[in-house]
């Protein structure tokens, strides 16, 4: 470059007035780093704050004490200390770690008021959230499977689910998403964000960080639908098939007695299966011109708090075998 021309150059940065120079530097800055995010939450209902407070720190302290009850009476009974009940125990554990990713978080904003979360939480919150979400997808495939094998094979169901077999299956379930799911969070993190870093969902989740993203994000909106099916279409259609044959093993059963048992068997699982899927499908596979954002909400409470708190009344309620042993742990706790 020419000395004029480096004259020039440096003459025209020093005409740009101080007000320029910081909104060309905030630009830069939003459009290149963002080193925190806002969730909004439910900050559109201030006035709720409390009550919402209130209700869903009961609602954490309910999802605590079932699912811990669970996981206590599967390891005390020797009646609920079979293949079945071990998949139930780790499901109820994965409820308890997958509820508190969001909804500690979700209390303490409701607390503060504030909402601010770094970019690095964000990234291990969506990150956790993500590969405890896959963890539940194959785990419920795993449980309709074994529903599958007890009923329509029941002479094999000690040789094809034993001990060893259905510890490594459930071991499968919880490191199959890992690789995938920590790649994905890389890769919507590693978008250029610009404007506004305000997030408008209660914790750090694909589809509203996508909405703050500049540019073209059409191969990253592939990506997400193409895991989606991987890991939620995918076993969906596995859980789907195994009912179909457990439908058809039950027409042919010769009593309407052992149409209830084997209704009483799945119907739980079956409740769990559509609380989760339902709301889960509609906020990850919902067309992009769905502008309903208090809807993303609205499902994710379903699938990431709701559900995990019906979880033990749904399985207490439908499963005599769990029925039995809650009533023996009830009477012994309380005669203490």
């Known amino acids: 470059m020419s000395q004029s021309n480096y004259k020039r150059g440096k003459c025209s940065q020093k005409n740009v007035s101080p007000q320029r120079e910081n909104n060309l530097k905030i630009t830069e800055t939003n459009f290149t780093i963002m080193t925190q995010f806002f969730l909004l939450g439910f900050s559109d209902i201030p006035t709720f704050h409390w009550l919402l407070f209130g209700i869903f720190l009961v609602i954490y302290i309910i999802i605590l004490l079932g699912n811990g009850i669970i996981i206590l009476i599967t390891r005390i009974y020797s009646s609920l200390q079979t293949p079945r009940y071990f998949s139930l125990s780790n499901f109820s554990f994965l409820?308890?770690?997958?509820?508190?990713?969001?909804?500690?978080?979700?209390?303490?904003?409701?607390?503060?008021?504030?909402?601010?979360?770094?970019?690095?939480?964000?990234?291990?919150?969506?990150?956790f959230f993500l590969m405890l979400g896959?963890?539940?997808?194959?785990l419920l495939a795993l449980m309709a499977y074994d529903h599958y094998v007890a009923i329509c094979n029941p002479l094999h169901y000690p040789l094809v689910m034993n001990h060893k077999i259905c510890v490594q299956l459930?071991?499968?379930?919880?490191?199959?998403?890992?690789?995938?799911?920590?790649?994905?969070?890389?890769?919507?993190?590693?978008?250029?964000?610009?404007g506004s870093s305000q997030i408008n969902h209660f914790f750090c989740d694909i589809p509203p960080l996508l909405k703050l993203?500049?540019?073209?994000?059409?191969v990253n909106e592939i990506v997400v639908y193409i895991f989606a099916v991987l890991f939620v279409t995918v076993p969906?259609?596995?859980?789907?098939?195994?009912?179909?044959?457990?439908?058809?093993?039950?027409?042919k059963l010769p009593s309407n007695t052992g149409w209830t048992t084997a209704f009483s068997t799945c119907s739980s699982h079956l409740m769990v299966v559509v609380l989760f899927y339902g709301s889960a499908t509609i906020a990850y596979l919902k067309p992009k011109f769905s502008q309903y954002e208090g809807m993303d909400k609205l499902l994710s409470l379903f699938y990431a708090i709701l559900t995990p708190m019906f979880n033990p009344m749904i399985y207490s309620l439908q499963n005599k075998d769990v029925r039995e042993a809650l009533r023996k742990f009830l009477l012994k706790f309380s005669a203490l």
Do not use: H, K, N
């Open 95 to 127: 409820e308890i770690y997958y509820v508190s990713i969001a909804l500690p978080r979700m209390l303490m904003d409701l607390w503060t008021q504030e909402g601010a979360i770094s970019f690095s939480a964000c990234a291990t919150q969506m990150c």
């Open 170 to 194: 459930v071991g499968a379930s919880w490191i199959s998403g890992l690789p995938v799911e920590i790649g994905q969070t890389c890769q919507i993190l590693s978008l250029p964000f610009c």
């Open 236 to 251: 969906f259609m596995l859980i789907l098939r195994s009912y179909s044959r457990i439908t058809f093993t039950i027409l």
């Open 213 to 218: 993203a500049c540019g073209d994000i059409f």
């Open 134 to 138: 896959a963890t539940e997808c194959f």
